[in-house]
């Protein structure tokens, strides 16, 4: 059984820093690459960046820059430091793991999320 499970949330001022981890119990981020998204109120989830098999990464315009995607194969566990951040940032995040979904657009497997919050 799969489980994917996120952590490091919480509240930070704004320009302060967060990093977020999300674990994964039946896959290998060695296998497949990784995902996060993030939903704020009232919005749709949004990605914001990913992590490919290979290594390569790819962020929302929006974070570029200021968020970095990185994983640790002994720990199986892919993390998101996030920088400078802004109160725009405030939302739950989620990690994204697994092989293609259905729709080809998302992975298989979401976290429960973690929330967090900026504060101006």
């Known amino acids: 059984q799969v489980q994917v499970v996120e952590s490091g949330g919480g509240l930070v001022q704004r320009g302060g820093s967060l990093r977020l981890s999300c674990a994964a119990s039946?896959?290998?981020?060695?296998?497949?690459?990784a995902a996060w998204y993030r939903q704020a109120p009232g919005y749709q989830r949004e990605w914001v960046a990913s992590?490919?098999?290979?290594?390569?990464?790819r962020y929302a315009d929006s974070v570029q820059g200021r968020f970095a995607i990185s994983r640790d194969m002994v720990k199986n566990t892919v993390s998101l430091q996030m920088n400078s951040l802004k109160p725009e940032d405030t939302a739950v995040y989620y990690c994204?793991?697994?092989?293609?979904?259905?729709?080809?657009?998302?992975?298989?497997?979401w976290g429960q999320g973690t929330q967090v919050t900026v504060s101006s």
């Open positions: 992590l490919a098999v290979g290594g390569a990464t």
């Open positions: 039946g896959i290998s981020f060695g296998r497949y690459g």
């Open positions: 994204n793991a697994g092989p293609l979904g259905e729709s080809g657009d998302t992975r298989k497997y």
